[in-house]
């Protein structure tokens, strides 16, 4: 239970651009505004350097998968956003600890897992489409590498997991869009709507496309809840595989 | 919302996979099993004798040291494994030529061998129409030792149409942990009519019992195997039954494999109960080695089926008969494998194909059976 746990947050780690939340969140080309921290414990730790950039990083599994992100604002009006985004992965250290004999062992030992690192460069365009509703366009390219091809047995078959780690394989990249829409139905109703789909066009099975749809309730200032559901149909090794899970996500803001 | 940061916690991301991913089939009592045909079926004209064959292929891994049955530290095997495992094993059963063909550890997608469908893959490259699978261990993934996804069980394939297939959930282990016992496997049994035209419908069971059990879940297997054998006969169907019950027939000179099975590292190998030692780990306990208290375990199946193997040639002349040894090593050393009928084998037609010991840990077991009419 516990290696699950830490593969579901090392995903949502990797692909923190998947996340679309509400105005000026993580999955929007906006930034934090300068010397704003927003921090959470499974969300990343993000900083606003300045009017136009934003670092973040995972805390927690920062040590297991060093992590650091990098956005740039490039243009900002009143409705709309559009900036860059470079994300640095180291997932080696991550790999290797479930890469063992006996109960989590994900990958088997038999095999080397080399030393990678993979960055992802995304375009993220954001508009607001009317008052509350703010509809983000992204397009990422993925790159790796590594010190050593690493043996394509080592691939983690699960949904959300296996396309995402197409990276490290198969000549080295992926690409991957999406588009969400985030809105307001009232004071303490809002939405999220979002599809992506992720792309390795030199693997065999190379595609996965991802729809959620949260609906989150703001108990107060500071807290919210969010529930939903995510549909994955994706291409595996094994074949074509549907998913539908539940989301349900707790929030909490602070100024 | 302004100047509101919202940090969203994807704490329930974790119930994903535990609540909606079926991480780990379970199945229910008795369910169909899943059906293979051939698209354009080869034409065989209907027989009043057929060669029926039991072989566990031990999923096309050869002697491969896999981890988990042969001190080995095997576990994903390679492109060229599997393409030259499953070509011996389809090639041995060309060259057998059986008319039924009941398999045990047979993978289908599974990671370990390459995702391939291997009942599938041997319907299409022995010559048979039909098939039927069941598994016994189906997970989107184990998380042990880098098993990953995990598809395995029993197949049936027949040259001859075969009908209401049904996959017999058995008994599990219960003296294992619930996390281990949640990921383990679910041992059954299928069976299925065939159907010989201008001949009386008659009953396969194929049966693959627990080898590593301590608790009595083995002696289960082999006792719902002959009820459901008894069943068949009850209802007036002639029937087939056979599989790997991993345990020896009766009267077995040599019972206690302990030492000879014993991997580096094993302080004490025969089984939890006879751990004596409190200072020796259960875990380090090498079980599925000691037959000494099962020597009685398969006496009503002697005593009212016939074996393809008697018992009395089987006693006369042990070593001919081994259908087994564990893992790389060659040297065969027990019998494991049966084919039972209710009615009779042809005489002199029982073989076990001992030339096939480089496939698999187990051997082919080969006989004829008149069909009646």
Same mark, same amino acid.
């Given at each position: $239970?516990k290696?699950?746990?830490?593969?579901?947050?090392?995903?949502n780690?990797?692909f923190?651009?998947n996340?679309?939340?509400?105005?000026?969140?993580?999955g929007?080309? +906006?930034t934090?505004?300068p010397?704003?921290i927003e *921090?959470?414990? +499974?969300q990343?730790l993000r900083?606003?350097?300045s009017?136009? %950039?934003e670092?973040s990083?995972h805390?927690?599994?920062f040590?297991l998968m060093p992590n650091?992100?990098y956005k740039h604002?490039? $243009?900002k009006?009143?409705?709309?956003?559009?900036?860059?985004k470079?994300s640095?992965?180291?997932?080696t250290?991550?790999l290797?600890?479930?890469?063992?004999?006996?109960?989590?062992?994900?990958?088997s030992?038999e095999?080397?897992?080399p030393?990678m690192?993979s960055?992802?460069?995304?375009?993220?365009?954001?508009?607001?489409?009317?008052?509350n509703?703010?509809?983000?366009?992204?397009?990422?390219?993925?790159?790796?590498f590594?010190?050593?091809?690493?043996?394509?047995?080592?691939?983690?078959?699960?949904?959300?997991v296996?396309?995402?780690?197409?990276v490290?394989?198969y000549?080295?990249?992926l690409l991957?869009?999406?588009?969400?829409?985030?809105g307001?139905?009232?004071?303490?109703l809002?939405?999220?709507? =979002?599809?992506?789909?992720? +792309?390795?066009?030199?693997?065999?099975?190379?595609y996965?496309?991802e729809?959620?749809?949260?609906?989150?309730?703001q108990?107060?200032?500071?807290?919210?809840a969010?529930v939903?559901?995510?549909?994955?149909?994706? =291409?595996y090794p094994?074949?074509?595989?549907?998913?539908?899970?539940?989301l349900?996500?707790?929030?909490w803001s602070?100024? | $919302?302004?100047n509101k940061?919202?940090?969203?916690?994807?704490? *329930?991301?974790v119930?994903i996979f535990?609540f909606?991913c079926?991480?780990?089939t379970?199945?229910?009592?008795?369910?169909?099993?899943?059906?293979?045909?051939?698209p354009?079926p080869?034409?065989?004209?209907?027989?009043d004798?057929i060669?029926?064959m039991? !072989?566990?292929?031990?999923?096309g891994?050869r002697? $491969?040291? !896999?981890f988990?049955?042969?001190c080995?530290?095997? *576990?994903?095997?390679?492109?060229n494994?599997?393409?030259?495992?499953l070509?011996?094993?389809?090639e041995?059963i060309?060259?057998?030529?059986?008319?039924?063909?009941?398999?045990? %550890?047979?993978?289908?997608n599974s990671k370990?061998?390459?995702?391939?469908?291997?009942?599938?893959?041997?319907l %299409?490259?022995?010559g048979m129409n039909y098939g039927a699978?069941?598994?016994?261990?189906q997970?989107?993934i184990v998380p042990?030792?880098g098993i990953?996804?995990i598809? *395995?069980?029993n197949a049936?394939?027949s040259?001859?149409?075969?009908? %209401?297939v049904?996959?017999?959930?058995l008994p599990?282990?219960?003296?294992?942990?619930a996390?281990?016992?949640?990921?383990?496997l679910?041992?059954?049994m299928?069976?299925?009519?065939?159907?010989?035209?201008?001949?009386?419908?008659f009953?396969?069971?194929n049966?693959?019992? =627990?080898a590593?059990s301590t608790?009595g879940?083995?002696?289960k297997?082999i006792?719902?195997?002959?009820?459901?054998?008894?069943n068949?006969?009850?209802?007036g169907f002639?029937?087939?039954?056979?599989?790997?019950l991993?345990?020896?027939p009766?009267?077995?000179?040599?019972t206690?494999?302990?030492?000879?099975?014993k991997c580096?590292?094993d302080?004490?190998v025969?089984?939890?109960?006879?751990?004596e030692n409190?200072n020796?780990?259960n875990?380090k306990?090498?079980?599925g080695s000691h037959?000494?208290p099962?020597?009685?375990?398969?006496?009503n199946?002697?005593?009212?089926?016939?074996?393809a193997?008697?018992l009395?040639?089987?006693?006369?002349?042990q070593s001919?008969y081994?259908t087994?040894?564990v893992?790389?090593d060659?040297?065969?050393?027990?019998?494991?494998d049966?084919l039972?009928?209710?009615t009779? !084998?042809?005489?002199?037609s029982?073989?076990?194909?001992?030339?096939?010991?480089?496939?698999? =840990?187990?051997?082919p077991?080969?006989a004829?059976w008149k069909?009646?009419?």
């Amino acid at each position: $239970m516990k290696i699950f746990f830490i593969l579901i947050i090392s995903t949502n780690l990797i692909f923190s651009q998947n996340e679309k939340n509400i105005f000026e969140t993580n999955g929007t080309a +906006f930034t934090l505004a300068p010397k704003e921290i927003e *921090v959470g414990i +499974f969300q990343p730790l993000r900083y606003g350097f300045s009017e136009t %950039e934003e670092f973040s990083t995972h805390p927690i599994l920062f040590f297991l998968m060093p992590n650091v992100e990098y956005k740039h604002l490039w $243009m900002k009006t009143e409705t709309s956003a559009f900036s860059i985004k470079h994300s640095l992965y180291y997932p080696t250290p991550l790999l290797k600890t479930i890469s063992k004999k006996g109960i989590g062992g994900i990958i088997s030992p038999e095999f080397e897992i080399p030393q990678m690192i993979s960055i992802w460069n995304s375009f993220i365009y954001s508009f607001e489409l009317s008052e509350n509703k703010l509809i983000t366009t992204y397009a990422s390219l993925a790159l790796s590498f590594s010190n050593k091809t690493i043996d394509e047995r080592t691939t983690i078959d699960l949904p959300l997991v296996y396309h995402r780690m197409l990276v490290y394989y198969y000549n080295n990249y992926l690409l991957s869009f999406g588009t969400s829409l985030d809105g307001e139905i009232s004071e303490k109703l809002n939405y999220s709507i =979002d599809a992506d789909l992720f +792309f390795a066009p030199s693997a065999e099975n190379n595609y996965s496309i991802e729809q959620s749809v949260l609906i989150g309730y703001q108990f107060s200032n500071k807290l919210k809840a969010s529930v939903g559901y995510k549909f994955i149909f994706a =291409d595996y090794p094994f074949g074509k595989q549907k998913n539908i899970f539940p989301l349900i996500d707790l929030s909490w803001s602070f100024k | $919302m302004k100047n509101k940061i919202t940090l969203i916690y994807y704490l *329930v991301l974790v119930s994903i996979f535990l609540f909606s991913c079926e991480i780990v089939t379970i199945f229910p009592d008795t369910q169909n099993a899943i059906l293979y045909s051939r698209p354009t079926p080869i034409l065989y004209s209907a027989k009043d004798t057929i060669s029926i064959m039991t !072989w566990n292929i031990r999923f096309g891994a050869r002697r $491969m040291k !896999w981890f988990g049955d042969c001190c080995g530290d095997r *576990v994903i095997l390679s492109k060229n494994e599997i393409a030259n495992g499953l070509r011996d094993v389809a090639e041995k059963i060309r060259e057998i030529n059986p008319d039924i063909l009941i398999l045990q %550890e047979v993978d289908k997608n599974s990671k370990r061998t390459g995702y391939i469908d291997q009942v599938q893959f041997l319907l %299409e490259n022995t010559g048979m129409n039909y098939g039927a699978y069941g598994s016994m261990w189906q997970a989107q993934i184990v998380p042990s030792d880098g098993i990953g996804r995990i598809d *395995v069980g029993n197949a049936i394939l027949s040259k001859f149409p075969i009908s %209401e297939v049904v996959r017999i959930q058995l008994p599990l282990i219960s003296n294992q942990d619930a996390l281990t016992r949640f990921f383990y496997l679910r041992r059954n049994m299928l069976r299925a009519k065939i159907h010989i035209a201008n001949h009386k419908d008659f009953v396969l069971i194929n049966v693959h019992s =627990d080898a590593f059990s301590t608790d009595g879940t083995k002696q289960k297997h082999i006792n719902l195997f002959k009820q459901e054998i008894d069943n068949a006969v009850s209802n007036g169907f002639d029937v087939i039954a056979g599989g790997d019950l991993n345990t020896l027939p009766p009267q077995t000179s040599i019972t206690d494999f302990c030492i000879k099975d014993k991997c580096n590292g094993d302080s004490h190998v025969h089984g939890v109960e006879d751990n004596e030692n409190p200072n020796v780990s259960n875990d380090k306990i090498k079980e599925g080695s000691h037959y000494t208290p099962e020597k009685t375990w398969l006496n009503n199946l002697y005593l009212n089926y016939k074996s393809a193997i008697s018992l009395e040639k089987y006693l006369a002349n042990q070593s001919r008969y081994f259908t087994h040894s564990v893992g790389a090593d060659t040297t065969l050393d027990r019998a494991l494998d049966y084919l039972f009928t209710n009615t009779n !084998w042809i005489a002199g037609s029982d073989t076990v194909r001992q030339d096939a010991k480089h496939i698999s =840990d187990h051997l082919p077991v080969v006989a004829k059976w008149k069909v009646a009419k």
